[in-house]
T-cell receptor, first 114, second 109 residues
Framework: EAGVAQSPRYKIIEKRQSVAFWCNPISGHATLYWYQQILGQGPKLLIQFQNNGVVDDSQLPKDRFSAERLKGVDSTLKIQPAKLEDSAVYLC????????????FGEGSWLTVV | DQQVKQNSPSLSVQEGRISILNCDYTNSMFDYFLWYKKYPAEGPTFLISISSIKDKNEDGRFTVFLNKSAKHLSLHIVPSQPGDSAVYFCAASAFTVRFGAGTRLTVKP
């Protein structure tokens, strides 16, 4: 069974530029998560989708971050404009459901903003 | 959003001994708890979980204990091996999943 796929793995951009990350969850997983992990910290939930609906986006900086999961499968996370403090690993994860389910992570997309 | 706390940033143990990693949570709505292991440049990988209706779950060398009244869980690794050296994250789930800051475990040969 294929795992969670993410791309690109690494991205370096200048501040005020934009960037987009793509995620394809494990087949059949209805719930998809985007986490931000800054070096030395734990993963912070940015947004959680159940199929193509948003369950939780309370920690998403909506003035610069956006995410969509239009067909209930793959998802895109966009940052525009990027700030230096957005330098982090962006982790996509998926689970079968959203209650008492194990979530499985991709390898992450590493963003450096200079 | 400090609903899940891992107060020890690092832990060092000798090979063959027990490793005990601790985690506290504040939200009483959490009813499912997970531990993840993370190596550098990789995503976190699932290790073991426990439902709030249990107080212990074992899987090989790994055991998770849950104390609901104290809102505390711990991960025991016995015996510890050098390959266990990684960052361990505690996570708690209600309708979303929140993570602690992680504990870096070093197992010395």
């Amino acid at each position: 069974e294929a795992g969670v796929a993410q791309s690109p793995r690494y991205k370096i951009i200048e501040k005020r530029q934009s960037v987009a990350f793509w995620c394809n969850p494990i087949s059949g997983h209805a719930t998809l998560y985007w986490y931000q992990q800054i070096l030395g910290q734990g993963p912070k939930l940015l947004i959680q989708f159940q199929n193509n609906g948003v369950v939780d986006d309370s920690q998403l900086p909506k003035d610069r971050f956006s995410a969509e999961r239009l067909k209930g499968v793959d998802s895109t996370l966009k940052i525009q404009p990027a700030k230096l403090e957005d330098s982090a690993v962006y982790l996509c994860a998926s689970s079968l459901g959203w209650v008492r389910n194990t979530i499985y992570f991709g390898e992450g997309s590493w963003l450096t903003v200079v | 959003d400090q609903q899940v706390k891992q107060n020890s940033p690092s832990l060092s143990v000798q090979e063959g001994r027990i490793s005990i990693l601790n985690c506290d949570y504040t939200n009483s709505m959490f009813d499912y708890f997970l531990w993840y292991k993370k190596y550098p440049a990789e995503g976190p990988t699932f290790l073991i979980s426990i439902s709030s209706i249990k107080d212990k779950n074992e899987d090989g060398r790994f055991t998770v204990f849950l104390n609901k009244s104290a809102k505390h869980l711990s991960l025991h690794i016995v015996p510890s091996q050098p390959g266990d050296s990684a960052v361990y994250f505690c996570a708690a789930s209600a309708f979303t999943v929140r993570f602690g800051a992680g504990t870096r475990l070093t197992v010395k040969p």
